[in-house]
DNA sequence: CCTTGACAGATAATCGATTATTTGGATAGT
DNA sequence: ACTATCCAAATAATCGATTATCTGTCAAGG
């Protein structure tokens, strides 16, 4: 119990807006390549929303012990994706309109709020970080007959929106926009293969971050917003016709 | 893998806005129990900010096995209380001038906007909760002599400022604003052990109370949010005073 | 004098077995 | 039929021991 450095919510491991980038690199203990795994698995969906986890089963599939299992799972307890029950187990979460609309409502207010504040106190360098996340993600296509591609495609756009908050100095509220677009991103993994017709997010994306580094605080974060209400009224849509309320 | 009911972040145990209030009752597992006990120890000031945990001290002090210790000290990282590293263990989230302003900054944006949500959409119920918490927590006494006082202050304290936004409607906006209050708690409990003698806080709680309850948006949002910033100021001196940065 | 590498002690991670709790179903009583 | 109670199987929680990893120290080499 020695005092020693660092802060609550510094950027450790996964936080750090390193120059590669903000995907984990070091997987070292069984438990964290655990919640890695489970996490891509909740994303994508073959973990299905609302499903119980059997600990026997899990521990069989991943041919792992109780004890990395519970660490990974815990994991995503942070993330939001798995939840827990003294003696009843762990479950993965539920999707549901309702929650589908809050993520969406909360990431127009604080992810737009992060964007406000980057713009204020982001120095060249974040500028340059957003340029090349914009530039990496417009240049990667995603084709719907190749899962890879929207792998790939899914992992710069989470790259992308959280490279435009990561000016803002606020550790905490990283935390929260990433633990926000955790949870957007398994609706669109799971609901939304292909864009709608009507919109190009591509173009979308480019308003924002131009505005971004120009520092034209209303219209960037007036893009943002629009962009991201307009992702979920889209998957609102797509809930509705698969009779999810 | 079978799937079930249950939304994402949907109250569970520790969440319900029951009749009693927000803390927690069932305390089942030593996993649980160690959490709290934990917990306590850690917004007390007893655990030092910043302090590295070492597993097999804390497993002697407390008189458990690894597990269940890996199991509470997992729940205090979803707390932000605690933080972890691969292979480097557990640590006592550290304290700055830099943490508390931004979850100062972060209350004064989150909890608002839940207040303002909680007014829009709150029902007599909530009305009915907000008031009783604000006459418990006004009619009971905080002597700085007698650290039993306090602690209960902190309780009510707590119940109030959760009471007031529950009405909103979103589960994952109170989580947001529960750990934020969890961080603050730790700041208060540590360096204020008294109110600061120009404020009137049982005043202040009156007011934003009755502006809730009498749906009067602007003005019970402007009370809460002056309401966090002396806090935050207050809290900032303490700070300076014992030389932290 | 500084750097590098190897060792030993300290600490964290994992495992397999054991114990505790819950759940669902069968049975007895109303 | 309906409810309550008790059992057994399923599942979660915990433990103690083992294995893997890290950290600091010291010696050899530059």
Redesign the pocket.
Known sequence: MVPDDDGAFAPTTEDAPSSSGFLDDGK??????LASRLREAIISGELQAGS??????ARKTFN????????GLARLISDGLVE???????RVSAISLANLEEITTLREEFEVFALRESMRLGDVEWEGNVMRALHRLNRTERDAARPETLERWEELHREFHLTLISGCGKPILLHFCRLLLNLNDRYRRVFLTRTSGDRNVSQEHSEIAQGAVARDMDYSCDMLRQHIHRTGTNLRDHLATKGIS
């Open positions: 070292n203990t069984i438990g964290s390549q119980k986890i059997n600990l026997e089963k792992v012990s109780l004890s990395p299992l519970r660490e827990f029950e003294d003696n009843r187990g762990y």
